[in-house]
Every structure is written in structure tokens, then in C-alpha cells.
């Protein structure tokens, strides 16, 4: 703005006056937000609280423009889809499944046409678990969802736990991105116990 007045007003800008540098400006993720179960009806500020999980996460990584689904679902459902692609039968907090995966399951850093936002995947969260796990855990069911949520873009993002450094790596981030929500480190009870 300042630029566009002197050229307006014709005055030369100052020698000393000193040049900002441009910022890149980072934008939110784009996060559709579908609940496939009842269970989550009465569950309150769920959706803005996944979207500042997910932009966090996308500002802490310095992330491109992105969109991504998360579904808010149940055991049986998640029970099923894990069976279907991982093969185990059973139910799990949390899936991730990327819209792009490169070579190792990396997630491909191209844009969309123009810049525009890519689908870089989905994350799916089970209630009945997600509720379970917060109860013994003895922590909020809003902190642990904010950590699932966290936990499945870094999955959409490329990031793994299936090694020890890696998970290690993983934990970092994701206690990182959570202490920017004001949500404690998740893993303290554990490490207070002895990894």
C-alpha cells in the first residue's frame, strides 16, 4: 500500500527507509468434514476444532495449499475399512489413506492446476475407540481427537511411524503442532512411565 501512495503522491522513497521483506502466506487446508455416525451429534465444536488441528499441522510442515476429508465414524465402519486395506480385523482410532502416495507411501508435493489446492487425502476416525482411549488416557475427548487429527495429516503428509526413529520423529511434530493448540504433550503419562 505504501508503494502505491508514493507512486500516487510521485515521491521518491526514502534511501533509509527500510524494505520489508515478502512473506509467504501460508493458507489453511481446505478440511470437508463428514460424520457418518450418530455417535458424534452431540459432540460439540468437532469442526473447528478438527480445521485448526489440520491448519497447524499444515503451518508447522509449511505446507502447500491443500484440501483434504476428514469422516467422523464409527467402529464397525472403521473395523471394515481397515479389514478391507490393512488386512487387520479389527477396529483403530485412526486411518489415513493419501490421495497420492510417491515411492515408500510419500506423499507426491505437486499443486493442483494454477496453484490451486490439492486433495492430498482422507482421514477417518472411529468414536467408540477415539472415546475409549480418551477415558483411560484420563484426558479430554477433544484433546485426543485434536491428536488423531494431527496424527492422520502427518500420515497424509508422508510421515510414518514404522520404525523407531521415525516415530520418534512423528511424536516430535505432532507434540509440537498440539502445544501450538495449547493441548498438552500426549505421550507424557507414557514417558513419566518409561517408553
Known amino acids: 500500500m505504501t508503494a502505491v501512495r508514493r507512486r500516487l503522491s510521485k515521491q521518491p522513497a526514502s534511501a533509509d527507509e527500510p524494505r520489508r521483506p515478502a512473506r509467504a502466506r501460508l493458507r489453511s487446508p481446505v478440511v470437508d468434514i463428514l460424520i457418518e455416525s450418530e455417535l458424534w451429534k452431540p459432540q460439540r465444536g468437532v469442526r473447528p476444532l478438527l480445521r485448526r488441528a489440520a491448519a497447524e499441522a ?41 490421495a497420492s502416495a510417491g515411492p515408500n507411501g510419500a506423499q507426491r508435493a505437486s499443486a493442483g492446476p494454477n496453484g490451486a489446492q490439492r486433495h492430498i487425502g482422507d482421514i477417518v476416525i472411529a468414536y467408540e475407540t477415539l472415546a475409549r482411549e480418551a477415558a483411560a488416557q484420563r484426558k479430554p475427548l477433544a484433546h485426543h481427537l485434536a491428536h488423531l487429527a494431527v496424527h492422520g495429516f502427518l500420515h497424509l503428509s508422508g510421515h510414518d511411524h ?25 505421550y507424557a503419562a507414557r514417558d513419566r512411565a518409561g517408553r
Open 58 to 98: 499444515a503451518a508447522m510442515l509449511a505446507a502447500k495449499p491443500a484440501e483434504l476429508t476428514i469422516v467422523l465414524t464409527d467402529n464397525k465402519a472403521i473395523r471394515r475399512l481397515n479389514r478391507a486395506w490393512r488386512g487387520k480385523d479389527e477396529a483403530t482410532n485412526v486411518l489415513a489413506f493419501p
Open 162 to 186: 514404522a520404525n523407531e526413529d521415525d516415530a520418534a520423529a512423528m511424536e516430535d511434530l505432532e507434540i509440537s503442532i498440539l502445544a501450538r493448540l495449547q493441548i498438552p504433550n500426549p
